[in-house]
């Protein structure tokens, strides 16, 4: 097994986001971008640096230590290319065997390719580019190839104009060997047009002391660089387009596909069927056969098989929905869960709740979970039958087989298979309606 180290440059100002989050934080599927390009990074790889600005280091450090706790965070002080970035991570270069260095605004970039690349220094290679053929390769530094060796990689800058016309393009992803990288990177001047530090001189450095350069070619999504909020937008299509995609092939319909957004984590069983309009947060797991309609948004939420759920249904974290259960137009839930063949068809509320069993609860419930200080529970049994417009001020339990009558405010317990009235009884005045007309119209 040969050892590994991925440098992950993310020290770039992200100016062009105009925003008080760091570029790299900003969530494609629900998932910063950063995080994207550590799991291709994936488990395979013994360390792992991410060089950030003075600016953002706190922040990028704060969201990677929840999630990546083997991931370091080094700060390059000054900006000044990406060779001088990738030596942040100097001391521990010569401990690996492979040197990954990967951009982390580049979100798309595969474990595959990462792999590929590693291959190739195994056998024999002391740098590895990956290259790509985008539709307009302006601004890419141009790969300059000779039979199978890559001699050089020119910026566009400082082209000439027939390396301009080369269409073989720089994808960002390079990888060297641990034994010769620190040495090679270290040989990187700024005598170009920048006076940056390029990384992509460390191809000509390496070639010139004979050692083999190769290049593989990936493809050019896996590059897609993101600069700005359009270009954000453009990944997030890309990875929208590729979810659906992937979704359809394991088995699930989509009416209109083009009108339903994944989250990263988002996982759909076979059978499914999600009509138009249905927005997934992260955290989703929906079971065979369940049919999302038009116009729900779920988000932390698990529905077991052949549930239906929407138009029109909110699904908060720590909704769970039973087999077979009901949700229908304008219902919330949170953090409830809500028993086999259950039906909430209309109008409600409910939350910190469960519901057992083939209960019904009737248009216009709500549990009415927080005092202003607290959150309580609610408990609904088997079977149990709410009537329409009920508030159930919680804590509160009602038993298996109860009824509540509609219109209730429920603030004390309901035994099983009692009858609960929590409203004043209704009362006739015969007549009385017909004498107030009468009145108003001889005043
Ligand atoms: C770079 C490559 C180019 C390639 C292109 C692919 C170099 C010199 N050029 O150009 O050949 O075609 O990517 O997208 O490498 N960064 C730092 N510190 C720095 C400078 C950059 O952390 O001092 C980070 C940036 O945040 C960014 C990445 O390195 O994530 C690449 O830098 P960028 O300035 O975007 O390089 P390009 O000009 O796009
Ligand atoms: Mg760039």
């Known amino acids: 097994m040969r050892t590994s180290l991925a440098v992950v440059l993310a020290a770039g100002e ?34 792992i640096v991410v060089v950030a600005s003075p600016a953002w280091k706190e922040e990028i450090a704060r969201a990677v230590g929840r999630e990546y706790p083997q991931a370091v965070v080094l700060v390059q002080t000054e900006q000044r290319g990406t060779a001088h970035a990738a030596l942040v991570a100097r001391d521990v270069f010569s ?68 390396e301009r016309a080369i269409e073989f393009c720089n ?17 990187i001047e700024d005598d170009n047009e920048q006076n940056e530090f390029y990384l992509t001189d460390a191809v000509e450095i390496a070639h010139l002391r004979g050692l083999s350069v190769a290049a593989i070619e990936i493809a050019a999504d896996e590059a897609l660089g993101i ?17 659906r995609a992937e979704f359809m092939a394991a088995g699930v319909t989509m009416i209109a596909p083009e009108t339903v957004f994944f989250a990263h984590d988002t996982t759909l069983s ?27 948004h779920i988000a932390g939420a698990h529905v077991a098989p052949g549930a239906i759920i929407g138009p029109f249904a909110r699904l908060r974290p720590g909704a769970s929905i039973g087999a077979g259960a009901h949700i229908g137009n304008f219902v919330e839930i949170k953090q409830a869960d809500v028993g086999e063949g259950a039906k909430i068809n209309h109008l409600s509320y409910v939350g910190d709740a469960s519901v057992g069993a083939a209960a019904n609860v009737g248009a216009g419930t709500i549990t009415c979970n927080y ?73």
């Open 171 to 187: 994808g960002g992803i390079m990888a060297l060997a641990g034994a010769t990288a620190l040495d090679i990177l270290n040989e």
């Open 227 to 243: 600069n700005d909020r359009s270009q954000l937008a453009q990944a997030e299509r890309l990875f929208q387009t590729t979810r």
């Open 270 to 296: 076979r059978d499914v069927v999600i009509e138009p309009n249905v927005v997934f947060g992260p955290g989703v797991t929906i079971g065979e056969g369940v049919t999302v309609r038009a116009f729900s």
């Open 95 to 162: 401990g690996a065997d492979d040197v990954v260095v990967v951009f982390g605004d580049t979100p798309f970039v595969s474990s595959k390719s990462i792999e590929l690349m590693r291959g190739k220094l195994a056998d024999g290679a002391s740098l590895v580019v990956g290259g790509m053929l985008p539709d307009d390769p302006t601004g890419y530094g141009r790969l300059i190839m000779q039979g199978s060796q890559l001699v050089a990689i020119r910026e566009e800058r400082d082209a000439s104009d027939a």
């Open 14 to 47: 992200g100016k062009r986001m105009k925003s008080r989050l760091p570029k790299v934080l900003h969530p494609i599927g629900g998932l910063p971008m950063l995080f994207h390009v550590l799991n291709a990074i994936g488990a395979g790889v013994d360390r």
């Open 371 to 443: 005092d202003g200080v607290a959150k309580h529970r609610t408990d609904i049994g088997k079977g149990a039958f709410i009537g329409s417009n009920s508030a159930l001020v919680a804590p509160v339990t009602i038993g298996d087989g109860a009824y509540v009558a509609s219109g209730s405010v429920i603030t004390e317990e309901v035994p099983a298979d009692a009858l609960a009235f929590g409203r004043a009884r209704q009362v006739n005045k015969p007549g009385r309606a017909a004498e107030r007309r009468n009145k108003k119209s001889s005043s």
